[in-house]
């Protein structure tokens, strides 16, 4: 089946540093991946929709100064979160999917801590 | 507004009762339909999806959902829990044109109990 890797699984900051996540399609292409935040027993919110070679679509609200997402291969990419601080600790997940009609397929998360 | 409801926060069952667990949702339109599991710590793995075509969909783990459009349900079932089933489930919908994201309801815990 399609598989979704994320890297760091856990990763804790100093306050100020900068942290960067890596999100994998293993075995597809994805056209579109999507990047997502959890706070402690909530729901998923989506922070930004990514697509290959393009510029991401952040949700209102959503810093894009502050995450930063790169998309440069079908199979890889990347959350920046810059200058992190303590209100951006969270559970970050991201998604991949093969074009619009196809399900998504998330990764395992990577559990944000930044003192 | 596009929304998905999840109406239980927290439900708990004994191991060898049935489930189930209630989605509603709102949408101009009948939507792409989802549920998801999300063991501690974990990403979600998706259990089934409703796109079109017979209303009840089965799904993986012995998981079923019937869709309902009189009622915008998306209810999701199981005639006998097991221990490993303890879990957070997740709603989800989006649209079938357009616009392709998810939209997630707030979650229902799952405890079994012994």
């Known amino acids: 089946g399609a598989v979704v890797s994320q890297h760091p699984s856990r990763v804790i900051c100093k306050s100020g540093t900068s942290v960067k996540i890596e999100c994998r399609s293993l075995?597809?292409?994805?056209?579109?991946m999507f990047w997502y935040r959890q706070f402690p027993k909530k729901s998923l919110m989506l922070m930004a929709t990514?697509?290959?070679?393009?510029?991401?679509?952040?949700e209102q609200g959503v810093e894009k100064d502050k995450f930063l997402i790169n998309h440069a291969s079908l199979t890889l990419s990347t959350l920046t979160v810059t200058s992190a601080h303590p209100e951006d600790s969270s559970f970050y997940i991201c998604?991949?999917?093969?074009?619009?009609?196809?399900?998504?397929?998330f990764g395992p998360g990577t559990r944000l801590t930044v003192l | 507004a596009q929304s998905v409801t999840q109406p239980d926060i927290h439900i708990t069952v004994s191991e060898g009762a049935s489930l189930e667990l209630r989605c509603n949702y709102s949408?101009?339109?009948?939507?792409?339909l989802f549920w998801y599991v999300q063991s501690p710590g974990q990403g979600l793995q998706l259990l089934l999806k409703?796109?079109?075509?017979?209303?009840l969909v089965q799904g993986i783990k012995g998981f079923e959902a019937e869709f309902k459009r009189s009622q915008s349900s998306f209810n999701l079932r199981k005639p006998s829990v097991h221990w490993s089933d303890a879990a957070e489930y997740f709603c989800?919908?989006?649209?079938?044109?357009?616009?392709?994201?998810?939209?997630f309801g707030t979650g229902t815990r799952l405890t079994i109990i012994p």
């Open positions: 989800a919908a989006r649209t079938n044109f357009g616009n392709e994201k998810l939209t």
């Open positions: 949408y101009g339109a009948t939507p792409y």
């Open positions: 075995d597809f292409q994805a056209t579109t």
């Open positions: 990514s697509n290959e070679g393009s510029k991401a679509t952040y």
């Open positions: 409703y796109f079109s075509g017979d209303t």
């Open positions: 998604s991949a999917r093969v074009g619009w009609e196809n399900e998504q397929f």
